[in-house]
């Protein structure tokens, strides 16, 4: 005879295959319902707080790597040492004190993760026998980074882009949380405080397919590169 716990989540796989994840035991609404009211919301501030994280890393990346200056090499390294070591909920505690929005305080756990990988992969690049002949050239910069730089890491920024995609799904628990923001992270936070197993299972299961895809996503560009 089948344990109930075994016939619960193969009778729950059956129903999330067809979309239909159940009813929400807390909140007596299909689970399906919840999720699309409010996955709309993470999405943009996930979306959001990437794109800004990418730019600035981006931008202090380069400017590092090709404009050398002690001054932002040391306030740069120390920034993101400092940035890495602060949890998403005390992040998300002095957006609520600033009254910052959600994607800003997720581009803040992003960004120091992303900054030190790209200063170390332009750096990489930046060695490589072509670039240094083009360096040698005379090639302006922009021209040394649209055609000789990024052509060659690209894979690695594509894999890259998937994992700070997965990040901030996995940031947006805690903040949507702490700063009151109707996305599907609040709703996970309440759905644990509540009990509420099926809804918690849902979440779960969608948090998985997510980073599960962008960890895929990240294989294949890397494995397109070789």
Not at 26 to 52: D, K, M
Not at 58 to 76: C, D, F, H, K, M
Not at 90 to 100: E, G, I, N, Q, S
Request: some cysteine.
């Amino acid at each position: 005879m089948p344990s109930p716990i075994f016939s619960y989540y193969t009778h729950f796989l059956a129903g999330a295959v067809h979309g239909d994840f159940g009813n929400s035991q807390w909140l007596q609404r299909p689970i399906s319902e919840l999720i699309r009211e409010r996955f709309a919301v993470t999405l943009r501030s996930v979306l959001l707080g990437t794109l800004l994280a990418w730019v600035a890393a981006l931008a202090v990346a380069v400017a590092a790597t090709y404009r050398p200056n002690p001054a932002v090499e040391i306030s740069s390294t120390l920034l993101s040492g400092l940035l890495i070591t602060l949890p998403a909920a005390v992040v998300a505690m002095f957006a609520v004190y600033a009254r910052a929005p959600v994607f800003l305080a997720l581009s803040v756990v992003i960004f120091p993760k992303l900054f030190r990988y790209l200063r170390n992969l332009l750096a990489h690049a930046n060695a490589q026998p072509h670039v240094l002949a083009a360096h040698a050239q005379g090639i302006g910069t922009a021209r040394i980074l649209s055609h000789h730089l990024f052509p060659c890491v690209y894979p690695s920024l594509v894999a890259l882009l998937a994992i700070s995609l997965s990040l901030g799904f996995g940031a947006a628990i805690p903040i949507e949380a702490l700063c009151d923001s109707p996305g599907v992270g609040q709703l996970a936070w309440q759905a644990a405080l509540n009990r509420d197993m099926p809804l918690v299972t849902a979440l779960t299961l969608l948090v998985t397919l997510i980073t599960v895809s962008a960890n895929s996503l990240g294989h294949f560009a890397r494995w397109g590169k070789t």
